[in-house]
């Protein structure tokens, strides 16, 4: 793509006329199993395991005009820059079913290690976290077709290759965005509980949601002025 912008710009220099040309490649990979033991007719365990391998490569390249064509690299726009993750997840699982009930609980332990690496400059920065990610399912169904069902889970959320390269991106000249290459993964605590019922002779249907949740470390922009007015843009980690 290319970036031509005059006399918009706050800075002092404010013409701008470059090529960009961003590249990017992204693969994922899983393989797991899950095996279940009844105990008795209304209760089973059920164990898990799951491996994912995640590798995400940018390169983003900004070339300048020089005598016609767009010959110079400006090496403050170019950046390559990959990831490479691993993640295990153990689980175990409690299930209690009947006719109109049924209870599930349990948790996977997660570990993830991360190795960020800007391939310009060789810097990397790795990342190790263990969560564990307790979860619970309750389901109750009346005879009048109703049915109400609680759950409580959690989730924890890796940032992209885009949050996390550390580049510039000038596509807007005042307004700059910037990546975080030590952002953390969030974490999530979530609690809903679901209401509905039905009628088949007269097709009526009723629902109700309720959901809460907090986030801790998630993703959030700050944003700040720099001395020429433009508007500087990167994501950070937020609690509350």
Known sequence: GFLNSSGNSLAANDTVDQQKV????????????????????????EFSYDYTYNFDESDKKTLDLYKGAYTVENPLYTNSFETR??????????IYEVKKYSFKTGAKFREVSTINTNLVSREKISQSINNV?????????????????????????QPSISQI???????????????TPDLKPSFTNSVS?????????????AYCNIKFSTTNNAFS??????????????PVNVNG
């Open 165 to 179: 390269q550390p580049l510039p991106d000038n596509s807007n000249p005042n307004q700059i965005k910037e990546g």
């Open 221 to 234: 922009n700050d944003t700040r002025t720099d001395s020429i007015g433009r508007t500087i843009t990167r």
């Open 85 to 94: 993750r691993n993640t295990h997840r153990a689980g175990a699982t409690y």
């Open 22 to 45: 961003n590249t990017s490649t992204s693969q994922s990979h899983n393989i797991g199993t899950t095996y279940t033991e009844p105990l008795t007719k209304k209760i089973k365990i």
């Open 133 to 157: 990610l307790p979860f619970m399912n309750i389901s109750y169904k009346t005879d009048n077709n109703k049915r109400i069902y609680f759950t409580y889970y959690t989730n924890a959320q």
């Open 193 to 205: 509980l679901n209401l509905n019922s039905w009628k088949v002779l007269s097709s009526a249907y």
